[in-house]
């Protein structure tokens, strides 16, 4: 099984150094035609209108639109979230084209801006129960996005309770516990929609390989239950452990 990463900008390069990791190669994509070589496809993190604008100038965006719509598993993070995103808020003047085909509502930079950058630790009960692990997962945030609401058919896989005096963007559909002074807003960082999984964190700047390892399921489980494509197999290109070369990114952490 080959997976894609689009690899026009943003974080590619992290994301095949994480499915290595796991023993997949990733293969780069910058063309339309590309895509037809691959079962699964990654659309990293990044700047979304950067992004928007090269897969506009490579007409990438009729494809991609195709890849999702034929069922084929793809993995947004952040940026790639904002893509898969059917509707998108907070978005640079005239707005950007996008993927679509998960349904749900993203506000582009909900947690803020480059400096407003944090970490933490996050509560991942559906990832746990798949992968195993510790019950948290420590998210990377950067201008992160968060879903706003969501369709029936998304299941929300994580939740980030930020303090309400903290929340720069409030919509009526996001989760609010009002307990005196204890006020949290339950933003939804991590949602999954039939073939469509998406991030507002980067998994691919940890060490921990449990969300790529969850999206090669995922991708298992609909090329089995699809019976006809079979795009190859796994490759393995190295090792599987856990690589040290991994830098932290050194960014402030959210409080
Ligand atoms: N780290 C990221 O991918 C940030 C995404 C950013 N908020 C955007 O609009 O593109």
Redesign the pocket.
């Known amino acids: 099984m080959t997976v894609g990463v689009l690899a026009l900008q943003?974080?590619f390069n992290e994301h095949i150094a994480a499915l290595r990791r796991l023993g997949v190669q990733g293969i780069e994509i910058r063309k339309a035609e590309q895509l037809l070589t691959v079962s699964s496809l990654i659309i990293?993190?990044?700047?979304?209108?950067?992004?928007a604008k090269l897969a506009e100038y490579h007409n990438l965006f009729p494809a991609l639109r195709e890849f999702v719509k034929t069922g084929k598993p793809v993995w947004g993070?952040?940026?790639?979230?904002?893509f898969l995103a059917d509707r998108a808020v907070?978005?640079?003047e005239g707005g950007q084209e996008l993927v679509g085909g998960l349904d749900c509502t993203v506000h582009?930079?909900f947690f803020g801006s480059q400096i407003q950058?944090f970490e933490a630790d996050i509560s991942v009960p559906i990832l746990t129960s798949k992968e195993g692990g510790p019950e948290t997962y420590r998210g990377v945030?950067?201008?992160?996005?968060a879903v706003l609401d969501v369709g029936p058919d998304v299941e929300v896989l994580a939740h980030y309770p930020v303090p309400s005096n903290k929340v720069l963007y409030s919509s009526s559909t996001v989760q609010i516990q009002e307990e005196d002074a204890l006020l949290e807003t339950n933003v939804i960082v991590a949602v999954k929609q039939r073939n469509l999984l998406a991030t507002a964190f980067?998994p691919e700047l940890t060490a921990d390989t449990r969300w790529h390892s969850y999206f090669m399921k995922m991708a298992k489980e609909m090329e089995q239950g699809a019976s006809s494509s079979s795009g190859g197999t796994i490759v393995s290109v190295g090792e599987t452990s856990v690589g040290t070369e991994q830098t932290k990114p050194d960014i402030p952490i959210y409080q």
């Open positions: 943003g974080s990293p993190g990044g700047e979304s209108t950067t992004m993070t952040c940026a790639g979230l904002i907070g978005q640079k582009r930079n950058s945030f950067i201008r992160a996005p980067h």
